[in-house]
Nanobody
């Protein structure tokens, strides 16, 4: 049974930083592609960042490139998202996800999802 549990969300001001965590149980994170997605009210869920299986190379959405950093700790089976220079447009529920294969931005192709953690950035 795979379980993904996000944590670290909260209410911050513009310009602040937050670090999200995604703890995976039941699977070894290095054997899967892992990603962060977000969904703002009234909008579709969108890809934010991903880390490829095995090699661990990363990919980012243009909107967060240079501000967000995705990483993973294989010893803890945990993935992280360091978010810097947050702005109100980053306000959303953030989800972690896991799949076998390439990183894709099609949410229907990800096999496992966490329950989400809320990030709210005030101006």
């Amino acid at each position: 049974q795979v379980q993904l549990v996000e944590s670290g969300g909260g209410l911050v001001q513009a310009g602040d930083s937050l670090k999200l965590s995604c703890a995976a149980s039941g699977r070894t994170v290095t054997n899967y592609a892992m990603g962060w997605f977000r969904q703002a009210p009234g909008k579709e869920r969108e890809f934010v960042a991903g880390v490829r299986q095995i090699a661990g190379t990363t990919v980012y959405a243009d909107s967060v490139k240079g501000r967000f950093t995705i990483s993973r700790d294989s010893a803890k089976d945990t993935m992280y998202l360091q978010m810097n220079s947050l702005n109100p447009e980053d306000t959303a529920t953030y989800y972690c996800a896991m799949r076998i294969g390439f990183i894709v931005d099609d949410t229907t192709r990800w096999n496992y999802w966490g329950q989400g953690t809320q990030v709210t950035v005030s101006s």
